[in-house]
């Protein structure tokens, strides 16, 4: 479709038989992002007959409903007047966001890969740290793994492309870097993204009452440590890794 083609946004596209997305935009920016965040939490507000789960990706909310209580046409009528009440780009990120403040090995033989994005970020390994490890990042969304966030927005010299190799696999708490964005994994995985620092943070932790320890609009910061550090932490707190959380708002 040509851009002059283009729908504007905000708009509703239907999903299967039981599902509609509400987009902001066709790419990720902080502004789009917290249009989706904050128009998630005002439908689950609006408390709408029928809708059964609602979800956020970069720029953009899911609803699912059941289409024997609403159909689409209804739903999608209520979801369009929900959308004219804000201009959603310009409204204040949800209540009740937490910052997690997460202890984090930049380099070593556990984050192979800090120098090369760093070189590609026109910096040395030494500055890289200072700035990765004091950027505020936000979970921008939830996905590819249970539990797994995408950060961000990071700094323009950080929109490095991913690797043109996959890299077999990163471990658990591997922190990843590519496109002004972090990864932080949720287990064992390949990846074509860059391995900068490395956690003990369990973004998913299926034995407890809530399985994701993060949510879309919590913030992280990932500053850093030495090895022997990270390793105490671990001990003391397998869990989290020594991370701690305080509330936002």
Known sequence: MKATQRAAFPHIRTVGLSGLIVSFADRLSEPHNRAALAFREAVTRAA????????????????RFDPDVVSHAKLTEALQTLLAVEDWSDVSLPSGRRLWKVPTVYGTDLAPQLSEAA????????????????????????????????????????????????????????????VSQFVLFADVSPTGWRHV?????????????????????????????????????????????????????
């Open 197 to 249: 620092g490395q956690t003990a943070f369990r973004t998913y932790r299926p034995e407890a009452a809530e399985p994701f320890a993060l949510r879309p609009g919590d913030e992280m910061l990932f500053f850093p440590v030495t090895k022997a550090e990270l390793q105490r932490r671990q001990y003391n707190d397998p869990e989290f890794g020594g991370a701690y959380m305080e509330n936002i708002d």
């Open 119 to 178: 070189d590609l970020a026109g910096m040395s390994e030494e500055n890289a740290i200072e700035a990765l490890g004091t950027s505020r990042v936000r979970v921008l969304t939830i996905g590819f793994a249970p539990g797994q966030p995408y950060l961000g927005p990071l700094g323009a010299e950080w929109n490095i492309p991913r690797q043109t190799e996959l890299t077999p696999k990163v471990p658990q708490g591997a922190l990843v870097l590519a």
């Open 48 to 63: 709408i007959d029928g809708i059964a789960e609602t979800s956020t990706s970069l720029a953009s909310v899911f609803v």
